[in-house]
């Protein structure tokens, strides 16, 4: 009986732990309060490790566990961002028939003539509530969701148009059913690849995945459901499918685009194949797989797109996608670093021309893995992937904290782990946000990156660190 309650109890604590934490995360944390959210936070992590340690990763318990988890936070209004508030207010405007990338917030409130002649802000429920949340930099914008966040956020409208709290309730069950697909066709791939199926419990039971997903209804979870179902229906060589999905999950969040062309090697080798270039053997029916794969692609991108194009929507949407690249700083890394040798040489803040650099460099380094990486198989395609994103997010102006719910994901099917400790430490990122206004602890954030970029170079070149640690 006594081993009984002490084998018990090594589950029974973290989880009355966890439901505590995760209670007064979501209820009681102030985001200015980052000495309250670094507490909870690691807390939370803590908790995690212990109850993932006490079911020696019993898959069917750790999934409810994590569920449950989730389910904590359906009633509440996030509190650690508010781009909700546009997420709502572009769902409202879509299901009046407006298209959402012609009129920003602000010029339906000041009365844009074209955009008064198509509705009245009478029409949209909450609308002062919903401008006033989103911020005066968000509703001066306009909107850079792809359609098919887009048609989340439509939902969340028909189903609750005059509760903002409702349509939060109804966007954040569409999150969670997002993660339960990632958990099920990860679980499948992680078999089919022969890897540890607990590998997928660092991103299901991640307290960074809960709080910045399901928490603060951040879409990566979505765009990953349809990335790692896409994987899964291409190791089982449904590549049409596949090719399909990865669209889709490109009209959730633009992201996979970047990594298309590391697709190249895993869809074109064929090792019984004749011709050779770049040590890669291929035939014509390889080569014909790998057009159809992309023109696949850009075709199912261009399907959901399609309701939309117009002149003045790829004016707008590429102006706004731009401003992240040339206007934006936040939680960046190489990026800041560069920023103050431009201060020291030419006196001011270069990221006008430097925001314009970056992208060029990491187009470089993808083709490059693209075409000198092996990447035949699924796991190192994945890997290559992986990679790519991660160097991507280093040379980024702005990494905000959810971006790396990406490299997570990704790390569940190959031997690196980095993205383990970058998802503690991005909470670090938070402290940005003061009592006093927007301010960044560039000592926090170095602090951050050297722990990341450290451990990941330890894992790159001196082999699997998290061993050594039990983690993994």
Known sequence: MRQFLKEDSKLIIPLIGSIVLYLIFAYNLERSN?????????????????????????????????????LLFLPVIPNLSQDFYRFV???????????????????????????????????IAQWQELINGMGALNAHHYSNYPP???????????????SILGSVIVLRVLMIAADIGIL?????????????????????????????????????????????WAFYLLHKEKWFWAAALLGISVSVKLLPLLFLPLFFKYLISNKNAKNS????????????????????????????????LSSDFISNFAATIGLWFQNFEFNASVY????????????????????????????????????????????????????GVSFYFLLSTTVHPWYIATPLVLSVFTRYKFPIVWSFMVIFSYSAYGADGFQENLGLVAMEYIVVIGFAITEIFFGNSLKKFNLG
């Not at 980052?34 to 939370?44: M, Q």
């Not at 040590?279 to 159809?292: A, Q």
């Not at 198989?377 to 992937?385: G, H, K, M, Y």
């Open 34 to 70: 980052f000495l309250n959210l670094l507490l909870l936070y690691s807390g939370l992590f803590y908790c995690a490790w212990r109850i993932i340690k006490a079911t020696q990763f019993n898959f069917w318990v750790l999934a409810g566990i994590g569920v449950f988890f989730r």
């Open 89 to 123: 207010w572009d769902g409202r405007v879509l299901i009046q028939g407006i298209n959402p990338y012609l009129f920003t917030p602000e010029q339906l409130q000041e009365g844009t003539p074209t955009a008064l002649s198509l509705t009245s802000l009478d029409t």
């Open 148 to 162: 098919i966040n887009q048609l989340c956020f439509a939902i969340a409208a028909l189903f609750a148009k005059g």
């Open 184 to 228: 099920y066709f990860g679980k499948k791939l992680l078999e089919k690849l022969n890897l540890p199926v607990k590998n997928i419990f660092w991103y299901f039971l991640n307290p960074f995945i809960i709080i910045e997903l399901t928490g603060n209804l951040h879409f990566e979870g979505v765009m990953l459901f349809f990335v790692v």
């Open 277 to 308: 270039i770049l040590g890669l053997h291929f035939d014509k029916l390889s080569v014909t797989k790998m057009v159809l794969f992309y023109v696949s692609v850009l075709g199912s991108i261009a399907l959901t797109f399609a309701p939309f």
């Open 336 to 387: 800041y670093v560069i920023r103050w040798i431009g201060f020291q040489t030419v006196g001011w803040n270069i990221i006008g021309t430097v925001g314009k650099i970056l992208p060029l460099i990491v187009i470089t380094l993808i083709m490059t893995l693209a075409f000198f990486r092996r990447n035949t198989t699924t796991q190192q395609l994945i890997t290559a992937i992986l990679l």
